[in-house]
């Protein structure tokens, strides 16, 4: 019952922003620092969603074979690699470590 | 047009990984179309299975893909100027504000074309996500264990992902760099979910130090 509670408040606090931007008058959202800051948090958030469930186990810290596969995923994004490629060197990178050592 | 193609398959193979994720998270069927259904923002998606299948407080979880939704608002404001769409098909057309149809949309010389490209873009979109989602969460029972796959790899990778297109100056660095070290240091002692919101702390504290320096003759 809470998993179903958490994803109706998600879909509808989710679509109740999407929607807010498109109806608020201009101004409100366009102060810069309001700007900056609605630019930084994704970054931060991103940052942070990558690196726990790279290294997340529980509540430990561990090096797996999901650290090979974000590697190859980060070689892929420097090489300009599309969207497709990038996850899937990650998938295949992590199943590949992963049949190998385990 | 070949853009379009390599995006919608993108997009079909996160689907299938969202599918497989969420029920690997111990989400149903029912749910993980839901999500994809209704929420259709999918950083925020794995965000929240990805907290509820670590065991982290519901609330947590459901913050974290809040905040990270909180990005379409913008997007919408700069599509409602380019758009200028009717009344009645703004609430419509609110759904499918995301990454992508916003990035199409802006990249348009003008607005008929910008018109076109958002709605392309987001019925493609809406379709295979929602239809990989569903073969994906089906999938998964087949497939076993999501790891042995090395599909649990597919989140953290779709994050990375959208994060590099997000990194374009010092303080878009400083700010990811931060957020990594907070993520990390909370993660043992607070509870899942808990992390990542600390985490995002680093947007305004970077803004505030940044500002303080600039400030300085």
Redesign the interface.
């Given at each position: 019952m809470?998993?179903?509670?958490?994803?109706a408040?998600?879909?509808l606090?989710?679509?109740a922003?999407?929607?807010?931007?498109?109806?608020?008058p201009?101004g409100l959202?366009?102060r810069p620092?309001v700007?900056?800051?609605?630019?930084?948090?994704?970054?931060?958030?991103?940052?942070?969603?990558?690196?726990?469930?790279?290294?997340?186990s529980?509540?430990?810290?561990v090096v797996d074979?999901?650290a090979a596969?974000?590697a190859a995923?980060?070689v892929a994004?420097l090489l300009r690699a599309?969207?497709?490629v990038?996850?899937?060197?990650?998938?295949?990178?992590?199943?590949?470590v992963?049949a190998l050592t385990g | 047009m070949r853009d379009a193609l390599?995006?919608g398959?993108?997009v079909g193979?996160?689907g299938f990984?969202f599918g497989v994720t969420s029920a690997g998270a111990?989400?149903?069927l029912a749910?993980t179309c839901?999500?994809s259904l209704?929420?259709?923002?999918g950083?925020?998606q794995?965000?929240?299975v990805?907290a509820?299948g670590?065991?982290g407080n519901?609330a947590a979880?459901?913050a974290?893909?809040?905040?990270?939704?909180?990005?379409?608002?913008?997007?919408?404001?700069r599509?409602?100027?380019l758009l200028r769409?009717p009344g009645p098909v703004?609430?419509l057309?609110?759904?499918w504000?995301i990454d992508e149809t916003s990035a199409v949309a802006m990249a348009q010389p003008d607005r008929a074309s910008a018109r076109l490209g958002f709605t392309v873009t987001g019925v493609t979109l809406y379709t295979l996500w929602n239809l990989t989602t569903l073969l994906g969460a089906l999938g998964a029972e087949a497939l076993g264990d999501p790891?042995?796959?090395?599909?649990?790899?597919?989140?953290?990778?779709?994050?990375?992902?959208?994060?590099?297109s997000?990194?374009k100056g010092r303080?878009?660095t400083l700010?990811?760099?931060?957020?990594?070290v907070?993520?990390?240091a909370c993660?043992?002692l607070l509870p899942?979910g808990v992390?990542?919101l600390v985490?995002?702390?680093?947007?305004?504290i970077?803004?505030i130090v940044t500002r303080r320096k600039e400030a300085r003759p």
């Open positions: 809470t998993v179903w509670i958490a994803v408040v998600t879909a606090g989710c679509y922003v999407k929607l807010l931007g498109l109806s608020v201009a959202l366009e620092l700007r900056r800051l609605a630019a930084l948090v994704p970054v931060a958030m991103l940052a942070a969603l990558t690196a726990i469930q790279t290294f997340g529980g509540r430990d810290l074979a999901r596969g974000l995923a980060a994004l599309p969207f497709l990038v996850v899937g060197a990650a998938i295949v990178v992590t199943a590949a992963r | 390599g995006v398959v993108a193979l996160s990984a111990g989400l149903s749910q839901v999500l209704f929420v259709f923002t950083a925020s794995f965000a929240l990805g509820l670590a065991g519901p979880a459901v974290g893909a809040l905040f990270l939704g909180v990005r379409n608002a913008f997007y919408g404001l599509l409602s100027h769409l703004r609430p057309a609110a759904h504000i790891s042995a796959w090395g599909l649990d790899a597919a989140g953290p990778a779709v994050f990375l992902a959208l994060l590099g997000m990194l303080q878009e700010v990811a760099v931060l957020a990594v907070l993520a990390l993660l043992p899942a992390p990542v985490a995002a702390l680093a947007a305004p970077v803004l």
